[in-house]
């Protein structure tokens, strides 16, 4: 069935890159989204990339796409205290109708 | 305001209580979802709506009933609240063409 599955911590430094990374089972899905849920709050979207791309990049944000193993990862470049928060991977499934979403990265900043 | 806004924010209730969580927005976005979030498990959908007379399971729906009002609203009713659907509850909308979601900020309900 369809997955998606991401690491559920990661703590890096301030000032370092963070690489998030996830994996995804429907082949054939269309697009795929990176959202940032800080505490108490809704879950944001950062960020997508459609299957026909290998990357993407926004400012400090870098997605790279490998559809052949099926590797999407997210990578915040710079990293700063106010990114400390839960990012999780997506993907929209064929026809269209669902999104699944994985559990969710935990990213700690350390000053 | 906000885009989508959902009522109330946090809800402790009793269970066998009969208790519905509310959304609305102003997107103008036809497709309308209710999502769970519990600990560890990400998101899960519970129900989607397409239109006013399209409504449909997602992959939790059991225990739990909606209403889609208008385009605008889509509210998630629990007919009979239990301890296990103690959880944060989201409801999102999206457009036609697959630029992702916009969530409200959630309803965090408690059933004890």
């Known amino acids: 069935g369809e997955d998606v599955e991401q690491s559920l911590f990661l703590s890096v430094r301030e000032g370092d890159s963070s690489v998030i990374n996830c994996t995804y089972t429907d082949s054939s899905s269309t697009y795929l989204y990176w959202y940032k849920q800080e505490p108490g709050a809704g879950l944001q979207l950062l960020t997508y990339?459609?299957?026909?791309?290998d990357m993407k990049q926004d400012q400090r944000l870098t997605v790279l796409l490998n559809k052949k193993d099926k590797h999407l990862s997210l990578r915040i470049a710079d990293t700063q205290t106010g990114d400390s928060a839960i990012y999780f991977c997506a993907e929209r499934v064929t026809g269209g109708f669902k999104t699944i979403f994985g559990a969710g990265t935990r990213l700690f900043v350390k000053a | 305001d906000a885009d989508v806004t959902q009522t109330p924010r946090n809800r402790i209730t009793k269970t066998g209580k009969r208790i519905m969580l509310e959304c609305s927005q102003t997107k103008g976005h036809d497709r309308m979802y209710w999502y769970r979030q519990d600990p560890g498990l990400g998101l899960r959908l519970i129900y989607y709506s397409f239109d006013v007379k399209d409504i449909n399971k997602g992959e939790i729906s059991d225990g739990y009933s909606v209403s889609r009002q208008a385009q605008a609203k889509f509210s998630l009713s629990l007919e009979s609240a239990i301890p296990n659907q103690t959880a944060l509850y989201f409801c999102?909308?999206?457009?036609?063409?697959?630029?992702?979601?916009?969530f409200g900020s959630g309803t965090r309900l408690t059933v004890v």
């Open positions: 999102a909308t999206s457009d036609l063409d697959g630029y992702g979601y916009t």
């Open positions: 990339i459609f299957s026909n791309m």
